[in-house]
């Protein structure tokens, strides 16, 4: 970090290292290649989850009750301590070298240090803490070797580089591959009925050999520097441990109500809450994958093309509150039948939750993009202090509506959290402006909504006959209330046109 860098008069606590180049090789890349980027992060994401959720489902029948707890419960022993190895580096990582791309060998080092030197103290700490909580010994050796793990993140800090130069086909080139690896391997392990601690060997052999894979296809591109450079190391470490601690409030805040639904009404209760938890997660490939892109366009246009970065982030708004409405509407209208199928007619009083759970989603899909916004804008200390907010408010409101409604009252909770953190963000100076173009640009999208629903209101339509009959009603008074045009295009097009030289 050079000590000449001036803090920018958005951000006077961060220093901007570097300053953004004009010249060809650094300018936007073009919309095919964003399209391409954009279209590859949603099938990565897509199969990527789907690969996931086949490896869940062999481990759960293969292992059994017993062995798939365990296997659980070290899981979540072990993402509170990756939490501590990572905290929000990835991000800020991502952030930096969309900004400053020349300085990646020293930015991407300092952060392999910083991982490297914080897992030497977690992993022992692990599984001391995990003595002292009187953990079984065997579980306490599948920790340890989960833990053995935790250096091999750095490859968060390899996908961030792919990520900041818009090639995530890199990174689901070995991502992918490697979630099909583990699903073969915990296949073998179940079908020759090894012990559960088999399956964390395979964890971690496929994490050696996906790591070495990504860094050998990183090195073509650049050369971690490991010299230390405490300035640069402080930043990343403070910016870092800033954004971390807001992602535990979030995490916290997305599994608290189950928690608490399970202590206040039961087991049956977290079930019911659980289909719509599941079904709600799964739809955010979206926001995900449109992320992978615009998070490094943000970060990069932010102080070299001012109108790029609010277009960037207008249209960012206005497609996802476009797509989320709808789903929500489908979602609740097709919510017995999509649930027969998926689940079973048992599941049937799971309905009402998913719904209350779809139309929330609207804040996850926008969200996406003011949280991202909120980063690059380093606000940070702010990120903080409202999510402890909604977290206080949620679990305050959990207490008041489980009691009377169960998973209904979880669910309500969940959506109404959310929307005192928007409200928050909605009122103060420093974001104001950034939801206010989030709930311009939701107006058109909120009204066909309401043209839709009255269509099927009308023609007394129910289930699939009425989804569909919504969304091409959607669509219709979208487009006369100019949703969507030709003009988007031509918009898109000027936006991630090539800058030229100065």
């Given at each position: 970090?050079s000590?000449s860098?001036e803090?920018s008069?958005?951000?006077p606590e ?6 953004p180049?004009?010249?060809?090789a650094?300018?936007?890349?073009r919309?095919r290649?964003?399209?391409?980027n ?9 199969a ?15 292992l059994?009750q ?10 979540v ?17 991502t952030?930096?070298?969309s900004?400053?791309?020349?300085e ?5 080092g ?28 065997d579980v ?8 053995l ?5 750095i490859?968060?800090l ?16 070995v ?28 964890q971690?052999i ?6 070495s894979v990504?860094m050998a296809?990183?090195?073509?591109h ?14 990343l470490l403070?910016d870092?441990?800033?954004?971390g ?11 608290l ?6 202590q206040?009404s039961?087991?049956e209760e977290?079930g ?9 997660e ?13 998070f ?7 102080h070299?093309?001012p ?11 206005k ?6 409405l ?8 097709t ?13 049937r009083?799971?309905?009402v939750?998913l ?11 926008t969200?996406a ?15 903080l ?6 977290l206080v408010?949620d679990?305050?409101i ?5 009691p009377r ?12 959290a ?7 963000w ?18 058109r ?9 009255g269509?099927?209101?009308l ?16 669509l ?9 045009g ?17």
């Amino acid at each position: 970090m050079s000590p000449s860098d001036e803090p920018s008069a958005d951000s006077p606590e961060r220093p901007r290292r570097g300053r953004p180049s004009h010249s060809p090789a650094a300018a936007m890349p073009r919309l095919r290649k964003l399209a391409h980027n954009t279209l590859i992060g949603l099938g990565g994401t897509v199969a990527h989850k789907a690969l996931a959720f086949a490896t869940t489902l062999v481990l759960a029948r293969g292992l059994g009750q017993e062995g798939f707890g365990v296997y659980s419960f070290v899981g979540v022993y072990i993402f509170f301590a990756s939490f501590l190895v990572d905290l929000g580096m990835e991000r800020v990582v991502t952030r930096e070298l969309s900004r400053a791309p020349k300085e990646s060998d020293q930015i991407i080092g300092n952060a392999i240090l910083l991982k490297l030197a914080f897992s030497a103290v977690v992993i022992p700490a692990a599984y001391v803490v995990a003595i002292v909580l009187g953990v079984p010994a065997d579980v306490r050796w599948c920790i340890l070797v989960a833990a053995l793990g935790l250096p091999l993140s750095i490859d968060s800090l390899l996908r961030g580089f792919f990520q900041s130069r818009f090639e995530v086909r890199y990174i689901f080139a070995v991502t992918l591959p490697s979630s099909a690896l583990f699903l073969a391997l915990a296949s073998i392990c179940v079908s020759l009925h090894l012990p559960v601690r088999s399956v964390f060997y395979a964890q971690l052999i496929n994490g050696m050999i996906t790591l070495s894979v990504l860094m050998a296809l990183t090195l073509r591109h650049l050369r971690p520097s490991l010299r230390l450079q405490p300035q640069m190391m402080k930043f990343l470490l403070r910016d870092a441990g800033e954004v971390g601690l807001f992602v535990l409030m979030f995490m916290l805040a997305m599994r608290l109500d189950q928690i608490l639904l399970y202590q206040l009404s039961g087991a049956e209760e977290v079930g019911r809450y659980a289909i719509g938890v599941r079904v709600t997660e799964a739809l955010s490939v979206f926001p995900e994958a449109l992320m992978m892109t615009v998070f490094p366009l943000l970060a990069s246009t932010q102080h070299s093309a001012p109108q790029r970065f609010h277009e960037t982030y207008r249209l960012s708004f206005k497609y996802l509150a476009a797509t989320v409405l709808p789903i929500a509407l489908v979602l609740t209208l097709t919510r017995d039948e999509m649930i027969d199928v998926f689940f079973g007619a048992a599941y049937r009083s799971s309905g009402v939750p998913l719904v209350i759970l779809a139309w929330g989603m609207f804040f996850a899909y926008t969200g996406a993009v003011y949280l991202n916004l909120f980063i690059v804008q380093s606000l940070h200390r702010l990120m903080l202090l409202v999510s402890l907010v909604a977290l206080v408010a949620d679990v305050a409101i959990n207490f008041w509506l489980i009691p009377r409604y169960g998973a209904s009252g979880a669910a309500a909770a969940t959506v109404l959290a959310n929307l005192v953190g928007f409200v928050f963000w909605a009122l103060h100076p420093s974001t104001a402006g950034f939801i206010a173009v989030c709930l311009r640009e939701t107006l058109r999208p909120l009204a066909s909504i309401g043209g839709a629903w009255g269509m099927v209101w009308l023609l007394h339509l129910d289930g699939l006959p009425a989804a569909v009959t919504a969304v091409g009603s959607y669509l219709a008074v979208l487009a006369a209330l100019g949703g969507v045009g030709r003009g988007d295009v031509v918009l898109i097009r000027q936006l991630f046109a090539p800058e030229r030289a100065a």
